[in-house]
């Protein structure tokens, strides 16, 4: 007897399956990199690091006292605020009729290890906005060290990469290793800049236009000396009225705003400091209560702005046209 499709239905499964879970598009992460990570902090949850200022000078007249000033004196207070939990569970049920049942368990840690470290990667990204009153420039030194765009739209332009180069060194930070951390829609913006696209007018921007500006995370070359990575963890402004370069005031109260940053990233000035009292930890139990596995990684850090002087924040607006 032939066996052909008509007579072999019950033997034929409705839907098959893949041997393997797809995963979701991941986001590298990159803030850690930047982050001074301090040691000799045997317990508490809180950690100071003094600072001092600089010498004064004062005109000095023969045969006369001299003028004793003493050095200016601070303390900086960064505190292990942050304690986190990620935890997943299976039935023992669950276990024994999912066909995934293992390759599922195998992925819980890895995971909540993810959860954990994208949570730092924001809070890092977030820090410089900490505290930040809506509308403030923070300047220092009288120089503006968060602004709004000038582009039209609100979006950026090459003039607030120069600016940023400008107030870093306006606050002594070397020149040496410049990053700019941007959204997505900058990189848009700046592949589509009229002087970007006709090479002919700038012979420069020849390889950008074949080879676009970012490949993977990186841009193919640097805009003012800044290395630009792009993220989606940026954090976000609702200032209504938010001065750009020109003194004119931008709103992001309708449209947010992205907090796009620039700092360098040399080993001397690095821009933030953090701690990890716990390191991403793993437990794991098997509830005979509930009759279920359960995985749990906790971790307990803080990470705060060091150096206000190693930040520029320019705000735009995500929108692409």
């Known amino acids: 007897m032939a066996m052909t499709t008509s007579n072999t239905t019950f033997l034929q499964r409705a839907q098959v399956y893949s ?31 003094p600072s001092i200022g600089q010498a004064q000078v004062d005109n000095y007249s023969e045969d006369s006292a001299v003028t004793y000033r003493p050095l200016d004196t601070g303390n900086f207070t960064f505190s292990v605020d942050k304690y986190l939990s990620s935890a997943t ?3 023992k049920k669950a276990e024994q009729d999912t066909f995934y049942s293992s390759e599922l368990m195998s992925r819980f840690v890895p995971e909540q290890e993810r959860a954990i470290m994208e949570h730092f990667e924001t809070t890092t990204l977030a820090a410089p906005e900490a505290g930040v009153s809506a509308n403030s420039t923070e300047a220092i030194n009288s120089i503006s060290m968060r602004v709004g765009s000038t582009g039209t739209g609100e979006v950026i332009s090459l003039k607030e990469f120069a600016y940023a180069r400008y107030a ?4 002594n930070v070397p ?4 990053v700019a951390i941007v959204d997505p829609s900058v990189e848009y913006t700046l592949n589509t800049l009229s002087n970007v696209i006709n090479v002919s007018n700038n012979p420069r921007f020849e390889g950008l236009v074949r080879d676009g500006i970012a490949t993977g995370m990186r841009f193919v070359a640097n805009v003012y000396g800044f290395d630009v990575y792009c993220s989606n963890f940026l954090p976000t402004a609702t200032d209504n009225a938010l001065p750009d370069l020109a003194a004119a005031n931008q709103d992001y109260s309708s449209t947010n705003g992205v907090v796009n940053l620039f700092f360098s990233a040399d080993q001397s000035v690095n821009p933030f400091v953090g701690a990890f009292r716990q390191q991403p930890q793993v437990d794991y139990d098997y509830n005979k209560d509930f009759q279920r596995h359960e995985f749990v990684t906790t971790a307990r850090y803080g990470v705060k702005l060091y150096r206000p002087e190693n930040m520029v924040r320019v705000v735009t607006k995500p929108t692409v046209a």
């Open 19 to 49: 041997s393997e879970l797809k995963d979701i598009l991941r986001e590298e992460m990159m803030a850690q990199r930047y982050v001074r990570m301090l040691d000799g902090f045997p317990d508490g949850n809180t950690f100071n690091i």
């Open 89 to 91: 569970y299976m039935t």
């Open 168 to 171: 870093l060194k306006k606050q």
């Open 175 to 178: 020149d040496s290793n410049l």
